[in-house]
């Protein structure tokens, strides 16, 4: 990592944090000093970024679609770490397909985890984060900026997210709400449940209409430690972007796909 930040004694909860980007920021975190607590679902995941963590650690299991479970991981984290500084959402569903085929059920599901998840968590951690005067960091999406046929649902759902994190910056000044928008980003389980016949339907469409983002992937620490940086600093981050470089390029999109996840 090319810039330190020191996050002595700062305690940070970070929700999706059994892999990917979750995992690397909690990771990150705790190299910088913080104590932090890893949630998730994936209770073995998350004992062993915690034994990989080199500071205090705990994990905490959560099923952000449970409201009694957000509850009660938070309290869990609270008592863990002795208070909360800040809470970095970074879980997470990308259900890739087409609209025509989506249904209900699935509509559901990314919604309640990638915005209702996210908005029952901060109401947990509120209390806490404004004993603290601390914040609370969302991880966004650059498809909300680009539609992609076949992602159309993920997209809705980061537009979604968008939206909570102004309402709750609108409601809770003393709060500092960041939303952290993330390009195309390597070693995570993002497309790790997508499906053989609808990932080869999406790249149809997209390598015909040359729609795959320069296929580009970022190395996870870079935006790992992106998020250090909003966590370190003192003042009111409402957004940042942490986008691949022309570096990081993969050669053809098919080689950047097989990368994601
Ligand atoms: N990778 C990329 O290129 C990319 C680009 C832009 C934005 N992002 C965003 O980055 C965030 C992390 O994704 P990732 O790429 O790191 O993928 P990932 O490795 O699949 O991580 C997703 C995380 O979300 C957690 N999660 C999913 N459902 C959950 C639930 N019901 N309750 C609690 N935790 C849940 C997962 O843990 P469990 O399964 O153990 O619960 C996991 O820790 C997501 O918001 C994603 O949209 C990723």
Redesign the pocket.
Known sequence: MGVSYDLSGRRILV?????????EIGLAASHAGARVAFA???AD?LEEAVARAPGEAVAVR????DDADCARAVADAVAGLGGLDALVY?????PLGMLENASRDTWQRVLD??VV?ASQITAAALPHLRESEGRAVY?S??AVRQSLPGLGLYRVS?LALDGVIECWRMEHPDVAFTRVV????KD???A?AWDADALKEAMDVWLARNLFPAATMMPVEVLAEAVLSVLAVRGYVDDIAVMPRARDSAATAEEALRT?G
């Open positions: 929700v999706g944090a059994s892999s990917g980007v979750g995992r998730a679902r994936r995941r959560c099923d952000v679609t970074a879980a997470g569903g990308s985890v990638n998840g991880v999406s650059y980061k993330v390009g195309n980003t995570t389980e993002f790790a994601i």
